[in-house]
């Protein structure tokens, strides 16, 4: 394993919202992100026999137990409010139902689940993550940077700016949490990733470019109350259009308005441009992907309406080119055992000699503190961009082939590093092999984070008062 092993791919993913979303989050309201379910109140003990605690005999405004913490009033009514405005401003406002307050209640409890087991693990989000989100939202608001937004919000109501902090740093705690417990449950193997590879859906993949001709023959009604005349006139519509279309060099434009002719609803698309399978439907790209250059469809009938695509050309581009760095350097590490100041008077020796002829090789060898890669004269091998820190990186793309670089900081000491070659690198078998697997994790892990959030919550101890 390399040195760098800190690598922007483990950047936290944090909540996207905008600052007034932002603001009105209180810490316990995230009811919007899990999938809601119905409250329980049947708890272990209630089975014990132990007296329930009612609205009516508590007095300290708890309207939920959880393990050892509790769910507030407030929180309840902040996250419902909450849900509520990101409805409204979804265009699909809710109105404050019981089954609103239990699905709203039910997050609240699966929030504070995850979060207790989040102490208890210690996991601490990435601070540069939560900063970087914080500029986000600062630009998104005009504001050039996170003292600006500090004072605009603190300034409306003082420690808003601490509250919004906190939320994005649970909000990523929780995020990293659901990421490692998901990974441990979704298993795809070699194979796995074979049989989808070798699957029609996989050819979305690819990186061809698809210009296609895509038209609508929309319904006159709902399908479901289309009479079969309806529906005959539809098809017949649909089949003069794909007639036309598989004239070579036809012009789309005409073809559509010849077909239009005494049908009542606008035929809706025409010429869709170029563009790759994966940014379509499943359905469309799966279609698309088995025309040849001139080819036309069967009509394709949908609930909205018959469709009908013809591919008209085809960009064939299957092969990833990654520009790729051949690359040594000598690490002196700052630590408790070195100071910075003693570490770059160490570096900046060690560049004067390169700079009187000494070997690159020979100096990692004997002074640099990468362990991984010290034994082999600091090689570390071809690397690719977003690979290393991001302060090696742009260094690396900075220095020529066969030169070195002056010394420079990153956050695991000082470093000098040499470039011994540059190439263009085919990844497309490991590309579509990286493709395959998301693919296959993204359809497994809705159903792996359900089955851990139901076993989160059945192995706790929960009370809903009331």
Do not use: C
């Not at 900046?348 to 009187?356: A, E, P, T």
């Amino acid at each position: 394993m390399r040195f760098f092993s800190l690598r922007h791919t483990s950047k936290a993913v944090v909540l996207s919202m905008g600052l007034t979303t932002a603001l009105a989050l209180s810490v316990n309201a995230q009811a919007a992100t899990v999938k809601p379910a119905k409250a329980q109140a049947t708890t272990a003990a209630e089975q014990n026999g132990i007296t329930r605690l009612t609205p009516a005999n508590s007095t300290d405004g708890i309207i939920a137990l959880v393990n050892e913490n509790a769910i507030l009033k407030s929180d309840l009514v902040a996250a419902i409010a909450q849900t509520q405005a990101r409805a409204k401003a979804a265009g699909e406002p809710i109105a404050n139902s019981a089954q609103l307050q239990s699905e709203v209640l039910n997050a609240l409890i699966l929030r504070e689940l995850q979060l207790s087991l989040v102490k208890r693990v210690g996991l601490n989000p990435d601070e540069a993550a939560i900063n970087q989100r914080l500029g986000q939202i600062a630009q998104a608001e005009g504001l050039n940077s996170i003292g600006a937004l500090q004072q605009r919000l603190d300034s409306a109501q003082p420690g808003s700016y601490a509250t919004l902090r906190a939320q994005l740093i649970e909000d990523a705690a929780i995020q990293a949490l659901q990421q490692r417990q998901i990974t441990n449950r979704v298993r795809i193997s070699e194979q796995d990733i074979d049989a989808f590879l070798a699957s029609p859906e996989a050819k979305r993949l690819n990186q061809s470019e698809y210009q296609t001709v895509h038209v609508r023959v929309p319904y006159i009604d709902d399908y479901s109350r289309l009479s079969e005349a309806q529906r005959d006139e539809a098809l017949k519509v649909a089949q003069k259009l794909r007639t036309r279309l598989l004239a070579p060099n036809v012009d789309v434009a005409e073809a559509i308005a010849a077909s239009q002719g005494s049908y009542p609803i606008p035929l809706q698309g025409g010429d869709m441009g170029f563009h790759k399978a994966a940014a379509l439907p499943t359905e469309l790209s799966s279609e698309i992907t088995k025309l040849d250059v001139g080819a036309v469809s069967a009509p394709l009938v949908t609930p909205e309406g018959i469709d009908i695509i013809k591919l008209a050309n085809k960009k064939s581009s299957d092969t990833t080119l990654v520009p790729q760095w051949n690359t040594r350097h000598i690490l002196v590490k700052v630590d408790e055992l070195q100071t910075d100041a003693l570490a770059e008077q160490k570096i900046n020796d060690l560049y004067n000699q390169l700079r009187s002829g000494a070997d690159f090789a020979s100096l990692a060898s004997t002074y640099s503190d990468d362990p991984g890669s010290a034994g082999r004269g600091g090689d570390l091998d071809w690397v690719g961009e977003e690979q290393m820190i991001g302060p090696f990186e742009a260094m690396m793309k900075n220095t020529a082939v066969g030169d070195y670089s002056a010394p420079f900081k990153t956050q695991f000491g000082w470093h000098i590093l040499k470039v011994e070659g540059k190439r263009q690198q085919d990844v497309s078998d490991e590309y579509r092999r990286n493709m395959a697997r998301q693919a296959l994790y993204q359809r497994l892990a809705p159903q792996a984070k359900e089955d851990w959030l139901q076993e989160l919550r059945s192995g706790a101890y929960i009370q809903v008062l009331g």
